[in-house]
């Protein structure tokens, strides 16, 4: 239970005077949630840059192009004149050194009015231009009395937006969150508090929302900081309670004799390169080991993981227990079971799949072979965690692309045997310090040979007014028997716009290809995604038209042609990934990156990137580089997914502090009892890692 405390900061923004339907649904969209925004998720959405408004000369001395405030008296206004409505509503105003006009386009009739009385003394700022020789400024962003103006600390911070969503009303909203804020119990430790000079949580936060000067807002400030902290602390002890209750040690052990294994291995067309067969031998170590397996599989695309985790499967089959793997999308449910289902059956293990799909009598018959022990390797999605998912005796969790599922999910898997061991799997080349932030400590086992035979993957940029000759291109590889790959980002869609651009690029590619053209997206019935996928993977549709579910896993080797249009709006680590989908028969392929004019300088740092290199890890380097540029500019890219204030780059130093502390509470106060306990519990509620807390107990 949440304490009482927090209550507050979750109750709705709806509940805040000034934000109804309309800003619930934009604050929906801006804070990527799927209900309601909280204060909580208002408070730590944090400003991008600031607003430097303290320059504050006499009009005679504003430097056009610059942001000013000015004090003035207002003389006289010039409404737009009746039945011109596109007209400006101008307003006239002066100090003691000269004039300035204010304007106004579109103006709701008497608002100037109000806001600027004729004869009052008024504060009004923003950027100073010159027109006819006059001083202007068109929309002013703050116009206020004295009083007003004494609140102002001159500096405004500037937040990440969406369409239709004006910053005064977020400013506005956070404001009066920021006044609802409890007195909440410091969780950080004295030494921690004293080491790093982190303010306390309140300041914290008015600082980087009311910042009194420019560098408030810095990431690597103590406010921030003090935030990402608490974020990274939540995170970790999040991860090192699980972690504590997963290394308990096991009951029986799980290694068999490896007749299962060579069976498959016999069965493999192609023999298995030394790091597979080196992370499997580690696999096999673990199982037999007295405490519960924790390893992550870590390997680019198309390094093969797959088969290492049917391996490990067949490890704990040996020993007559069961094995699950779980994967974030059907699609690659489907694949998986495609590629282990063959190997497996000569082997003589009995797999089977389970998704949101399989309903009614298939379901009941599956679930009743699981409990019955029949099944030996059940592959599915989150469909596997449903209560009623019971498996005679699960030793081994197999979890693939795992940082898209939450402690939750891994913990609800792990639940449905006794003391099972996890195998983590990833395609994302992960640095060490984002293992840490993912995955707590974790072993870790890299594939870092390609399989033999593979070819190597040219990759072009392209800008998109050659649209017509990257399609005439297609039209010969298609006549070449070639299969080629066309994906479209995923655009938010429009209500009234029925079509995705995934849609309509297919249409557009039908007129021309007609019958050879194929799509799919994740909008699509599960069953004709599968079949989109199929008629690809035998060639009866040359091109397909798709949208990033395509991304992970998908495994068509017969593809030798990607086109990425808008690659300029892809990150790195998906571009990579998309990329990865090729390149994994025996023929050369060519990857298209198709960008919109003009580029910016992150996005042609990306491709260029992107075009240098098919390294996953020196991709996932630069990634975080380029991450932390991004953030300094002001656009809107988190540096750690799954997290909201901290930063990669910036922060780095904070993970491995968070880790230890994490560590070091863990082993003093186990169970989180008393006022620091009490105090620790408040802050995993505030981040929502609270999902680990049940495992030890009230407090
Ligand atoms: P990923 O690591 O991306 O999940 P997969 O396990 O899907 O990679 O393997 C990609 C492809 O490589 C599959 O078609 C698989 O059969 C093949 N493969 C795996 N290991 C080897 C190997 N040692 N030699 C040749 N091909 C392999
Ligand atoms: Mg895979």
């Known amino acids: 239970m949440r304490p009482d405390i927090l209550n507050p900061l979750f109750a709705p923004v709806t509940s805040l005077t000034g934000v109804g339907p309309k800003q619930d649904k934009l604050l929906r969209y801006l804070l990527g949630r799927d209900d309601t925004p909280r ?40 409404p737009a004149p009746a039945g011109r409505s596109r007209a400006p509503h101008l307003v006239y105003a002066s100090d003691d050194t000269g004039d300035v006009v204010l304007t106004y386009f579109r103006a709701k009739p008497g608002y100037v009015e109000k806001l600027l009385p004729v004869g009052e003394k008024r504060y009004v700022s923003g950027t100073a231009q010159m027109f006819d020789g006059t001083l202007q400024i068109v929309h002013p962003d703050r116009v206020v009395d004295e009083a007003g103006f004494a609140q102002l600390t001159g500096i405004d ?3 990440p937006l969406t369409e239709g969503l004006a910053i005064g009303s977020l400013r506005r909203a956070i404001a009066l969150a920021l006044q609802k804020l409890p007195a909440l119990p410091e969780w950080i430790s004295p030494e921690v508090l004293r080491r790093c000079s982190f303010p306390p949580l309140a300041e914290a936060l008015q600082h980087v929302h009311v910042p009194v000067e420019l560098t408030d807002i810095l990431p690597e400030g103590p406010f921030w ?16 309670l699980v972690r504590a209750q997963l290394r308990r040690p096991a009951g029986t052990r799980n290694a068999g004799d490896g007749e299962l294994r060579h069976r498959i291995i016999d069965a493999l067309p192609y023999a298995l390169t030394t790091s597979q067969r080196d992370a499997a031998a580690a696999i096999a170590e673990d199982l037999k080991q007295p405490v519960r397996m924790l390893r992550l ?79 030996d390797l059940l592959v599915g999605t989150h469909a596997l965690i449903q209560d009623d998912v019971m498996f005679k005796a699960l030793a081994l969790a197999v979890v693939d692309e795992q940082h898209r599922f939450g402690v939750r999910e891994r913990l609800a ?64 590889q298609l006549a070449a028997g070639k299969l080629v790959y066309w994906i479209v980002p995923l655009v938010e869609e429009s209500e009234t716009v029925q079509l995705t651009d995934a849609e309509q690029r297919f249409e557009s590619l039908k007129e021309r290809f007609g019958d050879k053209v ?22 009866e549709t040359g091109v397909l038209v798709a949208t990033t579910v395509v991304e992970v896993g998908v495994d068509v080797p017969a ?8 690659a300029e709006r892809f990150g790195l680590a998906q571009l990579h990934q998309l990329r990865g989908r090729i390149g994994r028969g025996s023929e050369a392929s060519t990857c298209l990156l198709l960008y919109k004019e003009p580029l910016g300088e992150i996005a042609s740092k990306r491709l260029k990137v992107i075009k ?35 930063r990669s780059d910036v922060h780095a130093q904070l993970i491995t502090q968070a880790r230890d502390e994490a560590l070091r509470i863990l082993k003093d106060n186990p169970k989180l009892t008393g006022a620091q306990g009490e105090a620790l519990r408040c802050l995993l509620y505030l981040y929502e890692r609270d999902e680990a807390l049940p495992l030890i107990g009230a407090g």
């Open 39 to 78: 204060l909580v998720d208002l408070l730590l959405h944090l400003p991008a840059s600031v607003i430097d408004r303290r320059e504050r000369p006499k009009i005679r001395d504003a430097v056009p192009g610059t942001i000013v405030t000015l004090e003035v008296t207002v003389d006289r206004h010039r």
């Open 157 to 159: 911070p500037v937040y």
């Open 225 to 240: 900081s003090r935030l990402a902290f608490d974020e990274l602390l939540a995170g970790q002890l999040a991860l090192a």
């Open 297 to 375: 599989l870590q390997g680019d695309v198309g390094s093969g993981k797959t088969v290492v985790a049917l391996l490990a499967a067949a490890a704990v089959t040996e020993v007559g227990k069961q094995a699950a793997l779980m994967a974030p999308t059907e699609i690659l449910a489907r694949q998986h079971i495609k590629t282990i289902a063959p190997l497996a059956e000569r082997a003589g293990l009995r797999v089977a799949i389970l998704t949101g799909r399989e309903k009614g009598k298939e379901r009941k018959h599956i679930l009743a072979r699981l409990a019955a022990g029949e099944i």
């Open 413 to 476: 898997l792990t639940a449905k045997g006794d003391a099972v061991d996890v195998l983590v799997l990833s395609a994302t080349p992960i640095p060490r310090t984002l293992v840490l932030t993912y995955f707590g400590d974790m072993d870790v086992s890299e594939l870092r040979e390609k399989p033999a035979g593979r070819q190597p993957i040219e990759t072009r940029t392209m800008s998109s007014n050659r649209l017509q000759e990257v399609i005439d291109g297609v039209g010969r």
């Open 518 to 539: 194929g799509l799919v997206h994740g909008k699509m019935r599960g069953t004709d995604k599968d079949q989109a996928m199929a008629r690809f993977a035998s060639g």
């Open 559 to 566: 593809a030798t042609i990607m086109v990425i249009e808008n």
């Open 612 to 646: 240098e290199t098919t390294d996953g890890f020196r991709i996932a380097e630069e990634d975080l580089k380029l991450r932390g540029e991004g953030d300094v500019l002001g656009t809107r890219q988190s540096g750690l997914p799954g997290y909201r204030i901290a």
